[in-house]
């Protein structure tokens, strides 16, 4: 999915959307970010940054991914020394708009909070 110009693309977005890389996108690659929206809703999750596939329509492009993976339930697994069973397993992910990237800023709580923070609604 192709957007035609950034103001017209919401921060959150469950299909991908495309961007030119630049090499600050580029470092955002795998690091951790806190999202905190409205209400003072923190999530924290990470970043992903993908190249477009080199001979598709949107090739020399990236797409910048904000996922966060959970474990649902009791942690009766947790002293068993056995694997996280997938059942309990969530996971949670969006791409983020090209406004909504240049909005990432350093986590003025620390880095054990999340490198990173994005703060929503943009405005």
């Known amino acids: ?9 919401p921060p959150l977005n469950e299909r991908v959307v495309w961007m030119t890389p630049t090499p600050e996108i580029q470092a955002l690659h795998d690091r951790s ?3 905190e929206q409205e209400g003072d809703h923190k ?3 990470f970043l992903r940054v993908s190249l477009a596939d080199p001979t ?9 991914l ?5 474990v649902e339930g009791g942690n009766t697994w947790a002293n068993a ?3 996280i069973p997938t059942g309990q397993s969530r996971s949670w ?11 990432i800023e350093k986590n003025p709580d620390g880095p054990q909070f999340g ?9």
């Open 1 to 9: 999915m192709t957007q035609n110009s950034p103001s017209d693309t």
């Open 66 to 70: 904000f996922w966060q993976t959970w």
């Open 56 to 64: 598709g329509p949107e090739a020399g492009k990236c797409s910048v």
């Open 93 to 103: 992910q969006r791409y983020l708009s090209p406004e909504a990237v240049k909005r």
């Open 43 to 45: 999530t924290p999750g």
């Open 33 to 35: 970010l806190v999202l």
């Open 81 to 83: 020394n056995e694997p």
């Open 115 to 123: 490198e990173l923070r994005l703060v929503l609604p943009l405005k």
